[in-house]
């Protein structure tokens, strides 16, 4: 079924306009596809909500904590008994 379309001005700086447009032509898409894309791809993340669980973790660890380095440690701790 194909989607109702609305024409639409934008205005953007030249070289934002030029470099679209190249592009487009390079990937074999018109700048209507380009855009089209490119707002899915937002619609996509805005609808991604990260899980409980990552949530309930997020920021546990200090800013100034070498998350890998205190890892490695850990492991030469736990394997060293």
């Given at each position: 079924m194909e989607q109702e379309t609305t024409k639409v001005t934008v205005r953007l700086p030249?070289?934002?306009v030029e470099f679209a447009k190249a592009y487009a032509k390079?990937?074999?898409?018109?700048?209507?596809e380009v855009i089209d894309r490119h707002l899915r791809r937002l619609r996509?993340?805005?609808r991604h909500t990260p899980s409980a669980e990552l949530e309930a973790i997020t920021g546990l660890i200090p800013p100034d904590v070498d998350a890998e380095q205190a890892y490695h440690d850990h492991l030469r701790d736990k394997h060293q008994s």
């Open positions: 030249k070289q934002d390079a990937h074999g898409m018109s700048m209507t996509a993340l805005e």
